[in-house]
Structure formats: C-alpha cells, structure tokens
C-alpha cells in the first residue's frame, strides 16, 4: 500500500505531505509527532485508507473541474482506452462489477492497486456524486444531464422521425427531391412503400408497380430475344395467347402517359392481371411461347421499347431491376436482418403483412442486378458520425470502411436468406457453401484495401475515388439534410452510426439502409482494425477537436455542416414567415366616388 500511494501520489501530481499533515491533524495520531516530516510506514492500516481516500477525492475534484469523468456503457474498450490516455477518469456503470461496488468503499480501498478492478471501483465510489462529462450510453437510457452539457452518444429526433427506421429514412429519401445539390447531396435508393402503415394507398401504389414491373420485364425480355425470335414465338403451336403481349405494351402506354393504373385492387382478385402475371412469367421463366407471328411479335416489342425508353430516362432505379420482379419485405422497425422475405410473389407478400396487421413493413425493390466478387453478393458497411456544437450540425464520414459478402454464390433461384442478406448476424449463422470460390474470406469479409487491390486488378482502380466513395457522401449528406428538421439539438450530442450500401453492376452507389446502434466488436478480424480505429477517431473528433480546432481527425472526413435552428418544444413547428409592415402611402386627395349610378 505504501508503494501504491507514493505512484497516485505522483501519477496525479498530488502533495503527499499536505495530505499527510492534513490527515494528522484530523486524526491526533498517538504514533505521529507533528513536529517531525510524518512518513507513510508510521501509519495504521486504517490512516492509510484514509489516505488513499483523500487521494482519490482530489483526483475526482481535479478531473470535474477539468470536465474529465466519463462513463461507458456497454464493451467499447477502444473509447474507454482512448479516454484514459487524454487523462480522463471512468466512473463506472452500476451494473459493472457490481458485487464490488455492493461493498463499502474502505474494503475496497484495501485491496487497491495501480490498474486493478478494486482501483476502478473505489474511484467510481468516490466520483458518484460528480456527473460525467462524456456519456456512452444506450439508447432507451433518459438523457440525464445533472446540470451539465456533457459529450453524449445519442442524438434524438422529434416524434420518432428517425431516419434509422425504415420508415424514416423512406421519408428523407420521398424528400430528396428538395436537398439535391450536383456534386454535394443525393439520395440513390430502390423505390419503396410502406405496408400496414394505415394507409391503403401505399399497397395500391406498391401493386401498381408490381404489376408495370411485369410488363417491363416482359418487353425487355422480348426484345433481348428478337435476335433469335424462334425461342419465345410459334405462330401454329405458341401456348401464350398474343393479348398478353398487348396487355403489357398497353400498360407501359399508359404509364408513360403518366395513367395511374386502377386505384381499386384487390390482390389476387383481378382474373386479368392474375393470367398475365402466370403467363409472363411463363415466358420469361418457362421458355413458353407465344402463339403469334413474327411481324406482330416485333411490331409490338418495337412499341413497347419505345415507351420504355420514355418511361427509363426518368427512372434510374429500373435500370436494376432485371427480370424477375423481385422484392424485399423488412418489418420497419428491426435490425440484423430478422423478419426480413426476399420474394417475387405478390400473393405471398400481401398475406405476409395480413398475418401481422400490428406490424409496419417497407417493401423494396430488389436490386436484381448488383455488382457481384468472383460471383458473390456483397455490401459495403460504412460508418457516419453527427457532431452538434452551438452552431452547427456536421457531418463525418469514415474513409476506411469493409465489404460483408454471402456464404454463397448469387443466384436468383434461390431466395434463402444466405444468398441475399449480407448481414453479419445472418450469414455467421450458415457455413460457407463448397460452390463459393476459394478466393474469398472465411469470415466473409474484406478490407477496403482489400477492394481496391481487386478493383485495381480488374482495371477499375479509380472507381472508389472517382464514383463510389463521392456518392456515398452525396446519400449520406442528402440523408441528414432532408432529415435535419427532425432532429434535436443538444450541443455536445454525437451519434455514430453504420450505412450500407450496394453497388449495382454499373458502379451505381446505392443506399440501403442505416444502423441507430451499429455493432463495432470484434467479430472478425476484419473489424476488430476498423471498428477500433473508428472508436478511437471518434474521441478525437468529439473530444479533442473542440478544444484545438487544428487536433488531427483521424479517418473522419468532415464532409458537410449545417446551420441549425435549436429546437423549442414550446413553440408550433410550421411555416416561419419573415418581413417588416410597410406604411401605406397616403392619398393625395380623395377619390371622387360617383354613387349615382343612373340605369339605361
């Protein structure tokens, strides 16, 4: 113990011999003369806890006035490491070594030692009655302040407009239209509805587009074999009648007229729609033919590519559709993948929702044709932290980042989970398939070093500079923009949060969806490089930056700010309208008003 108080003594550059004296005086020792330099050795067991006590108590005073107590919770050693290193004290979680925390703080002191638990615990005793001035917390935690504005992981939003949720960022993204600037902010995401949300109209819309999604495929599928007309026609013995094919070059017809379809459907009711659905997809699917000729079978293609085109050059995200109209259900407000169906049923998606009326979904189109790795599905997990100072929202994105690939090879025959959701949670739960190639990870991840070394090999060096990593900050800087007006305002707020994204085979940089609470263990050894290192950039940029505008960000690029109108709980959010009342201007004389109105 003697050696322990002599290292706090002058790791904290604490007067030991003020405190000794200090303590003589309160103490009246028999085995202390006052008149001599007290020594440790010549203290009891007891005095010597005391010592230590008073030590810990000016540490604790010393870091509060210097705003350097933090608490931490949950396994993010990286932050805490972090913190440590810039001289900041951890006051401890009360479910952190509880059974420790239940016992008084001199049986703690007792056992205390330089970097052990016993020395966490009895200075988080000593630190209950400060608050914390850096606060990771979770998420269903009160945002308790105790009369400071600390650093805090968690920024909130008005009415649970949180673009985290599905439904959430499906409103930024309808909003995009308002926040796109060339070169600065655009949302590119797969369109999308909300089921079960109360409001009939999204499911009209959603079969509305499943249904000109058929007659898309149909006409694309036809006019891609043109060049060898024999495999979809026989004139004599075709089994698919030719009103199929005028049916969906009606439809495109009308929709590139901008004619809605027919807002009163019933799913599975309509005979029409349910024949030409089956025998499309028959032809598409089943190498049936069309009971037609050729002059009619091109003449009808031909028209329906023309309104395609017309219909194309204003919808980019038809270009990765492909053929099979398949789409993504995801119930609204979970994560990891779960409850998640990947289907090309319509039938099967509707009941879906109607088995679970309680429960709101988004149905997505699925990206049908993604860029693929050595045959493979991938998506790219990026990382964006929010800063909120007095001023200004900014916002940061991570420049290192990695790729999550599938157990298995892509293939649209097979709509299991394993081949089409990327997630981490998902695919540690399969083994890697024997068809997949060697090439890559067992853990099923890359770095993006990783990817650039492929890309470099295949000639495409220049794609993330040039394209990919540009338009990640371009989605993710439309997203907070549209999504700004929702959020609250506390200055020393941050949140990190994980964005995925996909690439489709033209180098398209598509955003998927975003994570309010991203997992940044050490789950691969992939990311346990990436996620340390973004923890411990993070504390530069929440901690050091404010305190020197010139301290190094690490990886984080600041990429945008925005000036933001605190929030005020007590005022109606509407339309503000702005002016100063002009003076009328007065007449010179007054108007000579003839009432006299004679009649004809």
């Known amino acids: 113990m003697d050696e322990y108080i002599e290292e706090l003594c002058a790791l904290y550059s604490v007067s030991k011999l003020k405190i000794l004296q200090d303590l003589l005086l ?6 202390c003369n006052l008149k001599l330099t007290p020594k440790i050795e010549d203290f009891s067991k007891d005095v010597k ?10 540490i604790s005073e010393e870091k509060f006035t210097n705003k350097k107590i933090f608490i931490v919770y949950g396994n993010y050693e990286p932050i805490r490491e972090a913190l440590f290193a810039r001289g900041w004290i951890e006051k401890l979680p009360s479910h952190r070594q509880s059974d420790l925390q239940a016992q008084v703080l001199e049986s703690v002191i007792t056992h205390a030692n330089k970097g052990n638990l016993y020395e966490s615990v009895a200075l988080s005793k000593v630190l209950e009655e400060y608050p914390a001035n850096f606060i990771w917390q979770y998420e269903c935690m009160p945002d308790v302040n105790n009369g400071i504005v600390p650093y805090r992981n968690r920024i909130r939003h008005i009415n649970n407009q949180n673009f985290t949720r599905k439904t959430g960022l499906l409103n930024c993204f309808e909003q995009n239209l308002w926040y796109k600037q060339e070169g600065l902010s655009n949302m590119i995401c797969p369109r999308a509805y909300r089921l079960n949300d109360g409001n009939p ?20 599928f036809l006019w891609d074999k043109l060049k060898n007309p024999k495999l979809v026609f026989d004139e004599n013995k075709g089994t698919v009648p030719k009103n199929i094919l005028k049916h969906a070059v009606n439809c495109l017809q009308n929709q590139a007229k901008k004619k809605f379809l027919d807002d009163n459907i019933s799913v599975g009711e309509d005979p029409i729609w349910v024949n030409f659905i089956k025998m499309s997809d028959n032809i598409i699917h089943k190498k049936a033919k069309l009971k037609i000729t050729y002059e009619k079978l091109y003449e009808l293609t031909e028209n329906g590519m023309q309104f395609l085109h017309k219909i194309t050059n204003k919808h980019k995200d038809y270009d990765w559709d492909g053929l099979c109209n398949i789409w993504i259900l995801k119930p609204s407000c979970q994560s990891c993948g779960a409850g998640i169906v990947v289907s090309r049923s319509l039938y099967q998606i509707v009941k879906t929702t109607q088995r679970n009326p309680n429960k709101s979904y988004i149905i997505q189109k699925y990206l049908e044709h993604p860029l693929l790795i050595h045959d493979t599905k991938f998506d790219i997990r990026v990382y964006m ?7 200004f929202l900014s916002i940061w994105i991570y420049k290192d980042c990695y790729l999550r690939f599938s157990s298995t090879k892509y293939t649209l025959q097979n709509l299991e989970e394993q081949v089409h959701l990327t997630n981490h949670s998902v695919q540690k739960k399969y083994p890697i398939s024997t068809k997949r190639t060697a090439l890559l990870p067992e853990n099923n991840m890359w770095s993006l070093a990783e990817f650039q070394s492929y890309l470099k090999s295949n000639n495409l060096g220049d794609k993330w500079v040039s394209k990919i990593y540009p338009e990640m900050k371009e989605n993710l800087t439309a997203l907070i923009m549209s999504g700004s007006q929702q959020m609250k305002y506390k ?12 690439l489709s085979n033209n180098f398209d940089t598509i955003f998927i969806e975003i994570n309010n609470s991203p997992d940044l263990s050490s789950s691969t050894t992939t990311t346990k490089i990436v996620c340390s290192n973004v923890m411990q950039d993070l504390v530069r940029v929440v901690v050091d930056l404010p305190e020197d505008a010139q301290a190094p960000t690490g990886d984080f690029e600041l990429v945008h700010k925005i000036k933001y109108q605190p929030y005020n709980k007590n005022l109606r959010q509407g339309i ?10 007065p007449l010179k004389s007054k108007p000579n008003l003839d009432l006299n109105i004679k009649r004809k």
């Open 26 to 31: 309160i103490s009246n020792s028999d085995n």
């Open 49 to 58: 806890t005391r010592i230590i006590t008073a030590i810990y108590k000016i």
């Open 201 to 220: 109209g999204e499911l009209t819309a959603f079969i509305n587009d499943y249904r000109q999604t058929q007659c898309r495929n149909l006409i694309k």
């Open 385 to 391: 932290l929010l800063t909120i100072d007095e001023c």
């Open 491 to 502: 200055k020393g707020s941050f949140h990190l949060y994980g964005c995925d994204f996909m």
């Open 576 to 585: 503000v309208i702005t002016g100063e009342i002009l003076p009328l201007t």
